[in-house]
Nanobody, 124 residues
């Protein structure tokens, strides 16, 4: 079992920046890919970004945050980061870290391990 713990959420003004961290208890074959998802009130959880531990290649797909957010990982610390810049009120959500096998990077069902989530609130 892999434990994921997010940190770094908070309140920020429009145009500001925040950095989220996700510390993993281990790196396993079942969690070789790490991702960030977010869920706003009343909306479905949506994909933000993903990265594989070993390839270090970020993937953003058609995420609305592409171009403003950057995902990165630190192998030595078993930690994945999400740097969020030029934040907008529409970015307000609970942000979740997830670990999976990376077969379908944008699919929620592909991720077996989930953190508890961290709240990000962007004020206008």
């Amino acid at each position: 079992q892999v434990q994921l713990v997010e940190s770094g959420g908070g309140l920020v003004q429009t145009g500001g920046s925040l950095s989220l961290s996700c510390a993993a208890s281990a790196r396993t074959a079942e969690s070789n890919t790490m991702a960030w998802f977010r869920q706003a009130p009343g909306k479905e959880r949506e994909f933000v970004a993903a990265i594989r531990w070993m390839s270090n290649s970020p993937f953003y797909g058609n995420s609305p945050a592409a171009g403003r957010f950057t995902i990165a990982r630190d192998l030595a610390k078993n930690t994945v980061y999400l740097q969020m810049n030029r934040l907008k009120p529409g970015d307000t959500a609970v942000y979740y870290c997830a670990g999976g096998m990376g077969l379908n990077l944008m699919e929620i069902t592909d991720y077996k391990f989930w953190g508890q989530g961290t709240q990000v609130t962007v004020s206008s």
